[in-house]
């Protein structure tokens, strides 16, 4: 629990997971996911959120590793295994969920990480007119050549995808401060400003 909401347990040392039968958008140019999530005490290896990819192929992968950094990977590019490779570092260790953000933006070359409202780690690389369509999206691991693996292990509370939308920071910020609201954490999320002022004439 959380705030007093419901948060789902990933079995340490489980294989837990859920997987879409088919992908949300099979070939999306720009995703973005929020996670609201905590690790399991004493777990430093690399833990997936949200995979997408085909059998062969990672291709975007939102995970966080060493129990304190956002990983967002994305196929392409001269990046180690051909993979970029985003690290936020920042995640609370001390039984806290955060509250991370992943955005992979292949229309504006523009990709992101940030934990907990901090300051976005930003990749500008151009995938071009490189594909990144999927076969499988799941949520607590991934697959490769059909065996999974990478579990995650911890508790997720809330996960949130967008698919086909860049979102702007006023956006992301309205996003983060909403989860943070909702399950009172303390982020460097902001109040959105009002969207105006109401006048009644009678």
């Given amino acids: 629990m959380v705030n007093g909401l419901p948060a789902m347990g990933f079995t340490l040392a489980g294989a837990d997971r859920f997987y879409l039968q088919k992908p949300i958008t099979t070939d999306p ?33 939102a995970s966080f590793e060493n129990a304190t950094n956002a990983i967002l990977q994305m ?14 570092p920042g995640l609370l260790t001390n039984g806290s969920f955060n509250v991370a953000m ?11 990480v940030a934990v907990n409202g901090g300051a ?15 076969d499988t999206q799941r949520v607590g691991c991934y697959n490769l050549n059909g065996a999974d693996g990478l579990f995650l292990h911890g508790h997720l509370a809330e996960l949130l995808v967008y698919e086909g939308v860049a979102l702007t920071s006023k956006q992301k910020n309205a996003i983060g401060y909403y989860l943070e609201s909702k399950y009172a954490l303390d982020t460097g999320y902001t109040p959105p400003p009002p969207l105006g002022t109401l006048i009644l004439v009678q």
Avoid at 75 to 88: E, F, L, T
Avoid at 102 to 112: G, I, K
Avoid at 122 to 132: A, E, H, L, M
Wanted: glycine fraction near 10%.
């Fill in 29 to 61: 140019r720009q995703l973005t996911v929020f996670a609201v999530f905590r690790q399991s005490p004493g777990d430093n290896i690399q833990n997936m959120l949200f995979t997408h990819r085909n059998t062969s192929n990672p291709l975007i992968q």
């Fill in 75 to 88: 196929r392409g590019g001269s990046g180690i295994g051909g993979v970029q490779k985003i690290s936020a």
């Fill in 102 to 112: 992943y955005q992979f933006d292949a229309v504006n070359d523009r990709h992101a």
């Fill in 120 to 134: 976005e780690v930003v990749n500008t690389y151009d995938f071009g007119s490189q594909t990144f369509i999927a």
